[in-house]
């Protein structure tokens, strides 16, 4: 045999080899859930994680008021304020794998619930969880339609370093419980 066959067979072989240890892995990572279902959204140097709406069973109707479930993480050397939030503007979109279009709830108002007051203040590389029903916790007021299971409410959060970021929060699958509030943490891993 010459080099070049030799060299050829050899380099079908080592793919034929890496294609058949990945063929599975699909499947099986196909079968991994996020431990934590919410949505993640940066505004400048805060990352928000785990942004939620309470499971209910027969969804919210319209004109509830909504508790979120929201963690804020300031990577900033400095403290960060949480000053405004605020109704997102609400807008149809498609949800998959359904047909059925999945509703992105505009609340009328938008509050912060609980003893504490905006600004909230966010130290630097420390954690600010606003879990309901312990301490404050952020409340959409007043759906302007019904939420479901499948559908989101539009919420905008208004930074002191200017910075703004709207967030469309899901609701919490039926099965999820949010872990409670334990306090500042070290770092954004931690935050959940």
Excluded: W
Excluded at 37 to 52: I, Y
Excluded at 121 to 139: M, S, T
Excluded at 151 to 171: E, L
């Amino acid at each position: 045999m010459t080099s070049r066959i030799r060299i050829a067979a050899a380099t079908a072989g080592a793919l034929l080899l890496m294609s058949a240890c990945g063929a599975d892995q699909g499947a099986e990572t196909g079968k991994i859930v996020a431990a934590v279902p919410g949505v993640d959204v940066t505004a400048g140097p805060v990352q928000m994680q785990d942004l939620l709406v309470p499971y209910a069973a027969d969804g919210y109707p319209a004109g509830a008021d909504v508790p979120l479930i929201a963690r804020l993480f300031n990577t900033a050397d400095e403290t960060v304020e949480l000053r405004a939030v605020a109704p997102g503007a609400g807008a149809v979109v498609n949800a998959a794998p359904s047909d059925e279009p999945a509703l992105t709830v505009a609340p009328r108002d938008v509050k912060l619930h609980g003893s504490a007051r905006l600004p909230l203040a966010v130290a630097a590389n420390e954690c600010l969880q606003l879990v309901p029903p312990a301490g404050p916790y952020v409340l959409a007021e007043g759906l302007t339609a019904p939420l479901n299971y499948g559908s989101s409410v539009a919420v905008r959060f208004s930074f002191s370093t200017g910075d703004t970021v709207t967030a469309d929060i899901p609701m919490a699958p039926p099965d999820y419980t949010p872990a409670p509030a334990p306090g500042p943490s070290a770092g954004p891993a931690l935050c959940q």
